[in-house]
């Protein structure tokens, strides 16, 4: 069983940023690819970075030049970190394995990218 626990969200104003922190617990962490995800309101959840367990990364589209995630296997941690926030990032963001475990799924942060 993987337990997520996201926090981070807030308030940024464009061109800000924010780092978003996803503590884990339980074993299986850090034999699985670690990804973050985000949702707006009446759109499905969509991948915004992935992390394997040996530190090979992938960005979706024009999250790539602004946005870094990393891991730290000794705390059991995941991080995004946005730079350059415009108010298209603005969402609830989640982390997971990918593919995700769907009993993992936590509350998720809202980050919202206002001026």
């Known amino acids: 069983q993987l337990q997520l626990v996201e926090s981070g969200g807030g308030l940024v104003q464009p061109g800000g940023s924010l780092r978003l922190s996803c503590a884990a617990s339980g074993s299986i962490f850090k034999s699985l690819r670690m990804a973050w995800y985000r949702q707006v309101p009446g759109k499905e959840r969509d991948l915004v970075a992935a992390?394997?367990?040996?530190?090979?990364?992938y960005y979706a589209g024009a999250m790539k030049c602004r946005f870094t995630i990393s891991r730290d296997n000794a705390e059991n941690t995941v991080y995004l970190q946005m730079n350059s926030l415009q108010p298209e990032a603005t969402s609830v963001y989640y982390c997971n394995a990918q593919p995700p475990l769907l009993r993992s799924w936590g509350q998720g942060p809202q980050v919202n990218v206002s001026s």
């Open positions: 992390l394997t367990q040996g530190g090979s990364t």
